[in-house]
């Protein structure tokens, strides 16, 4: 047996405010529309990691997803650009990258993260 894939789903009432968040801002595809069931990603080749922790480092809460960006400045002027408050960062961290968090529209903490 081999895992083929692993996805991460989120409860909503209303999927349709994931558009903006994940499609417009963070560029990711709408794979997938169920219209109850919508899936975003990319055709193009994705590592997925699965994480468990005491805390998200640096003191912070452990967040719910983890997005890593080729260019987390861009990100973080895209989530400036859209209102949407930053919690924490941006960041150098000891262990070498540079990150922020932000919640998406179903409150769930979001760190993007590049690697320096």
């Known amino acids: 047996m081999q895992v083929k894939r692993i996805m991460a789903n989120i409860a909503t009432s209303d999927v349709e405010k994931a558009e903006a968040f994940y499609g417009d801002?963070?560029?990711l595809e709408r794979l997938m529309d169920h219209g109850w069931f919508q899936t975003y990603g990319s055709d193009q080749t994705?590592?997925?990691?699965?994480?468990?922790?005491?805390e998200g480092g640096s003191g912070t809460p452990v967040p719910d997803l983890s997005i890593e960006v080729d260019d987390v400045e861009a990100a973080?002027?895209?989530?400036?650009?859209?209102?949407?408050p930053v919690e924490y960062g941006p960041v150098s961290e000891p262990w070498g990258v540079r990150r922020f968090y932000v919640r998406d529209p179903f409150g769930k903490l979001i760190n993007v993260l590049q690697h320096e």
Do not use: T
């Open 25 to 27: 801002i963070l560029g």
């Open 46 to 54: 994705m590592r997925v990691q699965m994480s468990f922790a005491s």
């Open 76 to 84: 973080l002027a895209r989530f400036k650009a859209a209102d949407i």
